[in-house]
């Protein structure tokens, strides 16, 4: 019964002209800053980061290491503004990051990541909340907090949500009892009223400790229907990731994103911005986290990425990131090697840290990433010999006799 009643739904509002509606701050974030040393700092700047790849592919299986690993540089260097800030309820300090638009742009390019648009599609969410008092639609003047978890989520995802005012006319328009069900004449007028181009409704309702949440999405391209359990932060998050995803999915550019216009031709995809004066100085190299953020909603229409490891003898033969690195040489003129048991962002940010340190290193590459396991090409001026000697003079990377040659395990 509430699939028919969904399912009519979708036919009546769909009648109605939709819209959609710009969005800002696509390239800022906020992250938390565990304190004020410089590794939280790279290792904020790396979330934030992350959140800005989200909001600008629609996309939150996106691997920020896939992408950070075809630039030769660290995340500061992307970092057009910071400053650090207290969080809404001052319990915690965040520190608020803006990335330079032409470099990332560019990088997405390089790394032939599809890029969504400012401009997309306003969603209304029509929610019924039933706490085992009855049930009532979630208004945007909500006091129990669940229309700014619903807020907040979508400012991070950077897609514009709106909650019925319910106002007499919104009160004469549905019944909360029906909401998820019917009938289809009088939520078709919260969707005339609204204009939204995705609808979003729903159900929630407390069963014993959990809540269960049913929810139909409306949107160009179909309709998609499932059922949660869960506490209601968790379940109003994922909500919101989800319809994210699908949107991203269905609505971002098929080509790789465009570089910017009136950026200067030059050797390198990446057009260094004027300085712009911040609270402290960039770092040369930052940390960086493994996609962590949001987790990817299976159904949503996106394929999964996958990460080759890089082979100890054949690297890769990438032409755009030849071009970032000193005296346009190819990664493959240095020795290739793969470092198993890398965890987390300390760990990848102490990897890359040894490995500038090695004698008769000068230039380390990153070619790929897959979970544990790195892939880099160590180049010197002595040549793949001293840099081999290095390597094997060195107590912190020790060869892995199970993956072979070429292979180490870091043991810092």
Known sequence: MWLFGAVFFACVLWSVTARAAPVSGLYEAEALLADTS???????????????????????????????????RGVSDLVRDSRQQLSAGGASRQLWVQFDRRQLDNLLQLAQVSRWGAERPLGTVILAVDDGRGAEILAAADASGRAATIMAAARRRAIPLVLP??????????????ADTGPADQLGQIRRRYRGEALIFGSLRRTGQDWTARWT????????????????????ETLVDRVADVLGSRFRDNAPAPRVAGSDPAPSPFQTQPPVTRDRPATPTAPRAPAGGAAAVSGVGT???????????????????????????????????TVNGVYGVRGYGRLLAHLRELPGVDDVVVTGVAGRQVGVVLRGSGGRLVVSESLAADFLLQLDPVSGAGHYRFQP
Request: net charge negative; glycine share 8%; charged share 20%.
């Open 217 to 236: 999405l409306d949107a160009p391209g179909g309709a998609q229907r499932w059922e949660q359990r869960g506490q209601p932060v968790w379940l109003l």
């Open 38 to 72: 410089e590794p939280a700092r790279a290792d904020a700047e790396l979330r934030a980061l992350e959140t800005v790849l989200i909001k600008l592919t629609g996309d939150s299986s996106i691997n920020v290491l896939e992408v950070m690993a075809l630039y030769d």
């Open 303 to 337: 394929a999964p990425r996958t990460v080759t490891p890089v082979s100890p003898v054949n690297v890769p033969q990438r032409t755009g990131p030849a071009q970032l690195h000193a005296g346009g040489l190819h990664p493959s003129d240095g020795l290739a090697v």
């Open 165 to 178: 005012l319910m106002d007499l006319t919104d009160q004469r328009s549905v019944d909360p009892a029906r």
